[in-house]
């Protein structure tokens, strides 16, 4: 047993008064190629168990391996978003070690020559601030099988009756992006994690290289985590906790090692160097296996698989293919909707701005789409507690909402009321508007009924309007305006208004 896993947990205002940080962030993304990285086979997600499996790939005497050519056009291209340098040269390496979900008893990874080194990325915080993430490298490997580990309580191997194996998984292309130690994040070190992974996810869609679904895990994060006494510059003993599934779930993650290895140090113990587990239910994260050392998998180079050498053309070609990245896409967007920095902050912390733009793309002005978006629908998500792209209402539907007020045929009451029923499921903008009947009145006689009976209604107030004071008016376009629930068109009923009390 692990004494140092059962110390209290320091309280985290203490923790970084007495501590800095250090973090390292290991990510491995899936690749959205169709076959894996060695083989043929398909590398679809969710099929039945070993029905996606060739001797290649289950590692059979016999079998070569062959480099999936999109998969290496993948990693530069997420080196080059990275701004990473791209070896002119590099090799696969045989990590070497037993696990029953790796049939070969090695991975085909690489150690010592990645194909990307050196470069960063920036991240921008809630706060606006940003932390630049300075890249080690993002190497070429390949995925392991699945194992289910039956029986027990936990899903893990102690405990369990027996496990069940599926190699579907094993040999889908995977690339992992390390960073270099991230220091000097104090306090905000859980939310440079979890911005950081969040920054990355975001540019590997944008890229379209991955599925990037953490819940599938096409994105899994490693967090390596240490602590400093403060003033001390050497880095502490770290630990690396695996596997953590959510974006929340690494910043928990980082948090509570932060809290548990001061716990350890202010004991006066020392920090163990292992793997960790995160539980999603505790929030806490409990010791793995004691970290083994590079010596300890005999890496060598791999002698079934020619070097890869991408000539500089190649990787212009493919820098050509590039997109438009997730930060030049803000900037875009700021400049042509005219936002200063802080609107535009707002409009991402809300998880707004593809709502917006969406809605903007389906014909809508930036201003009206912004504002419905970060101010009504936002308290309407709010209110249902779902994220704002979960409300049962589409971008296009907002947009037609939009045009209708713009044409006259809502008022900004109306539409709230149709925008209401669309969320409520009484289907399309024109659906809801002919089901409740929620069209502007703007037909003279309709209209003119109701503004003699208000005259009517308010003789006295009439009477002033026929006297000159213009200023009345608006006493009785109020009272049109609520006998007709909002429905008359306010510029017209004023008109007619003024033109009975001077007729
Ligand atoms: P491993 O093979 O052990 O996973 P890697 O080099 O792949 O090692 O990843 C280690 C990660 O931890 C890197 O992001 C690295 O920058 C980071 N790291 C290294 N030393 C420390 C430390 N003392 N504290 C926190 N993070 C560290
Ligand atoms: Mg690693
Ligand atoms: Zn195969």
Same mark, same amino acid.
């Given at each position: 047993? +692990?004494?140092?896993?059962?110390?209290?947990?320091?309280?985290?205002?203490?923790?970084?008064?007495?501590?800095?940080?250090?973090?390292?962030?290991?990510?491995? /993304?899936?690749?959205n190629?169709?076959?894996?990285?060695?083989?043929?086979?398909?590398?679809k997600?969710?099929?039945?168990?070993?029905?996606?499996?060739?001797?290649?790939?289950?590692? $059979?005497?016999g079998?070569?391996? /062959?480099?999936?050519?999109?998969?290496?056009?993948?990693?530069?291209?997420?080196?080059?978003?990275?701004?990473?340098?791209?070896?002119p040269?590099?090799?696969?390496?045989?990590? +070497?070690?037993?696990? %029953?979900?790796?049939?070969? +008893?090695?991975?085909?990874?690489q150690?010592?020559?990645?194909? *990307? /080194?050196?470069?960063?990325?920036?991240?921008?915080?809630d706060?606006?601030?940003?932390?630049?993430?300075?890249?080690?490298?993002?190497?070429?490997?390949?995925?392991?099988?699945?194992?289910?580990?039956?029986?027990?309580?936990?899903?893990?191997?102690?405990?369990?009756?027996?496990?069940?194996? =599926?190699?579907?998984? *094993?040999?889908?292309?995977?690339?992992?992006?390390?960073?270099?130690?991230?220091?000097?994040?104090?306090?905000?070190?859980?939310?440079?994690?979890?911005?950081?992974?969040?920054?990355?996810? =975001?540019?590997?869609?944008?890229?379209?290289?991955? =599925?990037?679904?953490?819940? @599938?895990?096409? $994105?899994?994060?490693?967090?390596?985590v240490?602590?400093?006494?403060?003033?001390?510059?050497?880095?502490?003993t770290?630990?690396e906790?695996?596997?953590? +599934?959510?974006?929340?779930?690494v910043?928990?993650?980082?948090?509570?090692?932060?809290?548990?290895?001061?716990?350890?140090?202010?004991?006066?113990?020392?920090?163990?160097?292992?793997?960790?587990?995160?539980?999603?239910?505790?929030?806490?994260?409990?010791?793995?296996?004691?970290?083994?050392?590079?010596?300890?998998?005999?890496?060598?180079?791999?002698?079934?698989?020619?070097?890869?050498?991408?000539?500089?053309?190649?990787?212009?070609?493919?820098?050509?293919t590039?997109?438009?990245?997730?930060?030049?896409?803000?900037?875009?967007?700021?400049?042509?909707?005219?936002?200063?920095?802080?609107?535009?902050?707002?409009?991402?912390?809300?998880?707004?701005?593809?709502?917006?733009?969406?809605? /903007?793309?389906?014909?809508?002005p930036?201003?009206?789409?912004?504002?419905?978006?970060?101010?009504?629908?936002? @308290?309407? *998500?709010?209110?249902?507690?779902?994220?704002?792209?979960?409300?049962?209402?589409?971008? *296009?539907?907002?947009a037609?909402?939009?045009?209708?007020?713009?044409?006259?045929?809502?008022?900004?009451? $109306?539409?709230?009321?149709?925008?209401?029923?669309?969320?409520?499921?009484?289907?399309? %903008?024109?659906?809801?508007?002919?089901?409740?009947?929620?069209?502007?009145?703007?037909? =003279?006689?309709?209209?003119?009924?109701?503004?003699?009976?208000?005259?009517?209604?308010?003789?006295?107030?009439?009477?002033?309007?026929?006297?000159?004071?213009?200023?009345?008016?608006?006493a009785?376009?109020?009272?049109?305006?609520?006998?007709t629930?909002?429905?008359?068109?306010?510029?017209?009923?004023?008109?007619?208004? $003024?033109?009975?009390?001077?007729?």
């Amino acid at each position: 047993m +692990n004494t140092a896993a059962t110390r209290e947990l320091m309280d985290y205002d203490e923790v970084v008064e007495r501590f800095d940080p250090v973090l390292g962030l290991e990510v491995h /993304v899936e690749l959205n190629t169709r076959t894996k990285m060695f083989c043929g086979c398909s590398t679809k997600f969710g099929a039945e168990p070993n029905t996606q499996v060739c001797p290649t790939c289950l590692g $059979l005497p016999g079998s070569l391996p /062959v480099v999936n050519r999109m998969a290496v056009e993948s990693v530069i291209r997420i080196g080059l978003a990275l701004s990473c340098s791209i070896a002119p040269w590099c090799r696969f390496a045989r990590k +070497n070690y037993f696990y %029953p979900d790796m049939p070969k +008893n090695f991975q085909i990874s690489q150690y010592d020559e990645p194909i *990307a /080194v050196h470069g960063w990325l920036d991240v921008t915080l809630d706060d606006g601030s940003t932390v630049r993430i300075e890249i080690e490298r993002a190497h070429m490997e390949e995925d392991t099988g699945k194992s289910l580990h039956v029986g027990g309580t936990t899903g893990r191997i102690h405990g369990a009756d027996y496990s069940l194996l =599926d190699y579907n998984r *094993a040999g889908v292309p995977l690339i992992e992006i390390v960073t270099k130690p991230i220091v000097g994040t104090g306090a905000r070190a859980p939310i440079v994690a979890r911005a950081y992974v969040t920054a990355l996810r =975001d540019l590997l869609r944008a890229l379209g290289v991955s =599925d990037v679904r953490m819940d @599938q895990g096409s $994105l899994r994060c490693d967090t390596n985590v240490s602590l400093m006494p403060r003033g001390v510059v050497t880095f502490g003993t770290r630990t690396e906790t695996k596997n953590v +599934n959510s974006l929340r779930s690494v910043e928990r993650a980082v948090r509570f090692e932060m809290t548990r290895q001061a716990g350890v140090l202010a004991a006066g113990e020392k920090v163990i160097q292992e793997t960790r587990h995160f539980d999603e239910s505790s929030g806490s994260t409990s010791p793995g296996r004691r970290k083994e050392t590079a010596e300890d998998y005999r890496y060598f180079p791999e002698p079934d698989l020619p070097p890869i050498a991408p000539s500089p053309e190649w990787v212009e070609q493919l820098r050509a293919t590039l997109p438009e990245l997730p930060w030049q896409r803000r900037q875009r967007i700021q400049r042509e909707w005219s936002l200063s920095g802080e609107e535009l902050r707002d409009l991402v912390n809300a998880g707004a701005l593809d709502l917006v733009a969406a809605t /903007v793309e389906a014909g809508a002005p930036s201003g009206e789409a912004r504002s419905w978006w970060v101010s009504y629908l936002a @308290q309407q *998500a709010n209110a249902r507690g779902v994220p704002l792209d979960e409300l049962p209402i589409t971008p *296009a539907q907002l947009a037609r909402v939009i045009e209708l007020v713009a044409s006259g045929e809502l008022s900004n009451t $109306l539409a709230r009321q149709v925008v209401d029923g669309v969320l409520a499921g009484e289907g399309s %903008p024109d659906d809801v508007v002919a089901a409740r009947g929620l069209a502007v009145v703007s037909d =003279d006689s309709a209209l003119i009924a109701a503004v003699d009976s208000a005259l009517a209604a308010q003789p006295d107030v009439a009477e002033k309007i026929r006297g000159g004071k213009i200023a009345a008016a608006g006493a009785i376009v109020g009272a049109v305006m609520k006998a007709t629930r909002g429905q008359a068109d306010a510029k017209r009923v004023r008109e007619l208004v $003024l033109e009975r009390c001077t007729s």
